[in-house]
């Protein structure tokens, strides 16, 4: 079932022509993304989807019993009521129906009702129907549910009694999402739903909207998860919407892939144009091949050329050198505390840090990550602990509130007054390379845009030279492409990387070390984001083994000498046991498919049908060779389990 058509729609600002011709369709259960650049018309769409924006043309079709829910990236609740009071206001149809059933629940136990026995009939069946529609809108489980989105969003028993008023803005925003997950509308449509949701939170969303009743449509630069919830991917660029079957990085290789193929058209349709023109220049003028030049010019004009397949859009461009190397030995940190005021916000952390290590530092809001890179580049002052650093270490620090930059003047000057023996030459072209191009050098840096202060936080980063960068989430502001380039020059950088950062993509991408903070300590990780999952997925299944041998009262076992060579057994065993489940699975699902083509070879209509028949049985023995092959390799994966 369709839940949404955008037929050609067009929109425009100050005759700036910004959407043109769209079209986009979502389908009941459909998970779609909208991606492309900032300014390129994604949450322009988004409202005139939702009718906060009129459009210039086109239509929006949404069948009347389809309720759209719309979270905008700058949403927050306002109210007076308490956490818990505000998410029960999704509910209030629920009360009326159970207030309704409990006024037919007094009616059926009025004597001059149950004395009735028609009367008593009307009112029962009332009740059942009214019982029957109470149970399927959740009415029995509605605050079990509430606990669970409020507990997924981070908001606690404790804390159902606040005030909304008393929450902090991205506390708001969590519970504004957590309130539109419990209305459960048809359509979802979310816009930068990842902001202020730390990775916990971000892993327990993923799973919910994977196993949403509706349809969804998001608005994110949240790559990690946008792979891991949508199933449709609509790039909104140079004014048109173009679909992509599949994930995000599923999309990322269809656009490689269709930029390759236009780039060999639009090359081949160019000599063709070239061919062309040189004809006719060199024939228009000769009176016995000027028929045939005018012919061909004829051609030219009427021909729909290609554009570029890459259109105007620019990228940045920029790598980071450094001044000089650092030692090898960057950094020891020993039973370090950080916080402000008395009491640590974390303490005993204890970790050390080498030259060319690319460390993530993650864990929970409100345990000090942003404060644990202030206080190693010396910001902020240490609560307890020592930092003792390297020879020739130099930090460059990246503040994701770009607190250091003054915004006192235009683009240039922010450049200028720390370099002053810089030409304006060369400040031009260097910000030409973070797309600050004419006029907007002479911007005040308190009129640009997140994007922009970003952009040229990263310009002054790439001037310091130093060999030891500090980021506090670097990717925040971006767009998907100035992500890409960031990472690319991050990878070539041939020093040391210590960063903060929510997104899992980035992380997957840069990471060379896991750092995962807690209120009373630090655990190192060697590898990715995709491993630190992976060992701590370990550590809570050896966990709960040892609890349930301890509840059966049975010793636990060690794990102690044996404990790599017990883990490698474990997940080996884990493999086997998975593949045999999606055998099993494969299976079921070719039995089903055998039976119905025996079905469909018995179906009396295709008795005198060969050419059916013959298509019909070679199906049947395609599907019998796979279930073959699939019951030989459920065999051999029961063989490698006895012998685990």
């Not at 990085?249 to 061919?275: H, I």
């Not at 002053?420 to 009129?447: A, Q």
Request: glycine share 8%.
């Amino acid at each position: 079932m369709i839940v949404l058509q955008v037929n050609n729609v067009t929109k425009s600002f100050a005759g700036e022509e910004i959407l043109s011709g769209v079209k986009l369709e979502v389908q009941h259960r459909d998970r779609v993304a909208l991606v492309g650049r900032n300014g390129a018309g994604k949450s322009t769409l988004l409202k005139i989807i939702t009718g906060e924006m009129g459009r210039d043309e086109g239509d929006i079709i949404v069948p009347k019993d389809v309720r759209i829910g719309y979270l905008d990236q700058h949403t927050g609740l306002d109210t007076d009521r308490t956490i818990w009071e505000e998410m029960m206001t999704v509910f209030e149809p629920l009360f009326a129906m159970e207030k309704e059933l409990r006024q037919l629940e007094q009616r059926m136990a009025d004597p001059s009702v149950y004395g009735n026995e028609a009367e008593y009939k009307k009112v029962m069946d009332a009740y059942d129907s009214l019982q029957h529609r109470f149970a399927e809108a959740g009415g029995y489980q509605y605050e079990s549910e509430t606990r669970s989105v409020l507990h997924g969003m981070r908001f606690y028993p404790e804390d159902y009694g606040k005030p909304v008023r008393v929450l902090s803005g991205g506390q708001r925003t969590r519970l504004a999402l957590a309130r539109l997950l419990l209305s459960k509308p048809g359509l979802l449509i979310l816009d930068e739903p990842t902001n202020h949701l730390d990775i916990e939170t971000l892993s327990w969303l993923e799973k919910y909207l994977q196993g949403y009743e509706g349809a969804i449509l998001i608005v994110s630069h949240d790559r990690y998860f946008l792979d891991q919830v949508v199933t449709i991917v609509y790039e909104v660029s140079r004014r048109k919407v173009t679909k992509y079957t599949g994930n995000y990085s599923a999309y990322l290789d269809q656009k490689a892939k269709n930029y390759e193929r236009d780039r060999k058209m639009y090359e081949k349709q160019m000599d063709e144009k070239a061919k062309l023109e040189v004809f006719i220049q060199k024939n228009i003028a000769r009176a016995s091949t000027t028929k045939m030049a005018q012919s061909r010019r004829k051609v030219l004009e009427k021909t729909d050329w290609m554009e570029a397949p890459d259109g105007n859009e620019k990228s940045a461009a920029f790598t980071f050198g450094i001044g000089r190397k650092s030692g090898n030995d960057v950094m020891a940190v020993r039973d370090l505390g950080i916080g402000y005021g008395a009491a640590p916000v974390s303490s005993g952390l204890d970790f050390r840090v080498y030259r060319e290590d690319r460390i993530a530092f993650i864990g929970p809001n409100g345990v000090g990550k942003s404060t644990l890179l202030k206080t190693l580049t010396g910001r902020l002052p240490k609560a307890e602990g020592s930092i003792n650093l390297g020879t020739n270490v130099e930090f460059g620090f990246y503040d994701q509130e770009q607190a250091e930059l003054t915004g006192n003047g235009t683009v240039l000057e922010e450049i200028w007054n720390e370099w002053p023996t810089m030409n304006e030459k060369d400040i031009r072209t260097l910000l030409g390379r973070f797309l600050f191009t004419g006029d907007d050098v002479t911007k005040p840096v308190s009129t640009l845009s997140g994007g922009e202060k970003a952009r040229l936080a990263l310009a002054k980063l790439v001037l310091e030279k130093s060999n030891t960068l500090v980021l506090d989430e670097p990717t925040n502001h971006l767009d998907l492409d100035s992500k890409e380039v960031l990472e690319n020059a991050l990878l070539d950088f041939p020093g040391t990387l210590l960063f903060v950062s929510h997104d899992r993509y980035f992380i997957n991408r840069i990471a060379t070390k896991v750092i995962e903070l807690s209120p009373d300590g630090a655990e190192e990780f060697l590898g990715d984001y995709d491993y630190y999952v992976e060992k701590k997925r370990e550590q809570e299944e050896i966990m709960a083994e040892l609890a349930a041998e301890q509840q059966a009262g049975r010793p636990a076992a060690p794990k102690t000498a044996n404990a790599p060579l017990d883990k490698e057994t474990q997940r080996e065993e884990r493999r086997i046991r998975r593949a045999l489940a999606e055998a099993e699975e494969e299976m079921a699902v070719l039995e089903t498919d055998l039976r119905r083509l025996e079905e469909e070879l018995n179906l009396p209509e295709h008795a005198d049908d060969h050419v059916k028949l013959q298509e019909i049985q070679e199906q049947h023995d395609e599907t019998s060779a796979r279930h073959e092959a699939c019951m030989e390799r459920w065999m051999e994966l029961q063989t490698e389990l006895e012998k685990a």
